[in-house]
């Protein structure tokens, strides 16, 4: 097996209501890529959210109660707890510049994936501007692979994907947000390993772990290189979601 990994070049600072399959498309034709069954671009999340718009100004936001007693205890900006709070289902944990959330969406994790990094609009270089995630990742993923799948004849996937901690481990790490055509989970309870031995637990998260391999190619700061095409998945693609990632709150040890 050989799994190829290819960032895209030529894509612009993304703005709101830019057509992000057209772009991704010309981006795929600069990389002299053509695209084929199987292929998957994984996707950053960041851009998807600005073409959708989920830019916000700090400055508009108004915060209650709860986010002024949440910031004495973090040392954030109340503005910014606010909105971490109207993006998330409840709180998890709290402590000195960390408050870590159990997003809208299911997953645990800080600040509500809500970042400041590489969010600047040229529209308004003066106003603090933060990044929410997509309101539905699998629904943007499902939209550009519909797209991209029509104008290329192909069958492809299409990941979103974001940094997160972990429970057990210091360093963020590259996980999957959203994804259409491609697997989440592969359960490989029931299969034989080298000796005969049959698996009894084994379901990997392969979504994560080219969400992991996409972002280590992607770079967290000034690389400029959003999304990565994907050759050499070692499975049939499939429809996924984003909830078949997710632990249910009753099985997290964690919590």
Same mark, same amino acid.
């Given at each position: 097996?050989?799994?190829?990994l290819t ?31 199987? =292929? ?19 400055r508009d ?6 986010? @002024? ?28 510049? #960390?408050?870590?959330?159990? @997003? ?10 809500? =970042? @400041? ?46 940094? @997160? ?6 360093? #963020? ?22 000796f005969g ?59």
């Open positions: 097996m050989s799994l190829v960032p895209l070049p030529a894509i612009p600072i993304i703005q709101k209501g830019d057509d992000l399959a057209e772009i991704l498309e010309v981006a795929i034709s600069a990389a002299g890529i053509t695209l084929e069954d199987g =292929d998957i671009l994984a996707i950053a999340q960041k851009i998807v959210s600005k073409a959708e718009g989920r830019q916000v100004r700090l936001i108004v915060p209650g109660p709860r986010a @002024h007693e949440l910031a004495r205890q973090t040392q954030k900006d109340a503005r910014l707890i606010e909105l971490i709070l109207s993006e998330s289902q409840r709180v998890v944990r709290v402590g000195p510049g #960390t408050i870590i959330v159990q @997003h809208r969406l299911g997953f645990v994790c800080a600040n509500a994936g809500i =970042d @400041h990094s590489n969010v600047m609009e040229r529209s308004a270089p003066e106003a603090e501007m933060v990044l929410l995630l997509p309101e539905d990742p699998d629904r943007s993923a499902d939209r550009l692979r519909l797209r991209l799948c029509a104008r290329s004849g192909r069958t492809i996937g299409i990941m979103i994907i974001d940094s @997160h901690g972990r429970a057990w481990r210091l360093g #963020t790490v590259g996980v999957c947000i959203g994804l259409s055509g491609v697997p989440a989970l592969i359960d490989e309870r029931g299969w034989k390993d080298l031995y049959t698996l009894r637990s084994t379901v990997v998260g392969v979504a994560d772990e080219l969400a992991a391999a996409a972002s280590l190619v992607m770079g967290q700061a000034a690389e400029g290189t959003p999304a990565i095409h994907i050759k050499g998945f070692p499975y049939p693609l499939r429809d996924g979601r984003l909830q078949d990632l997710i632990r249910p709150r009753e099985e997290d040890l964690f919590q």
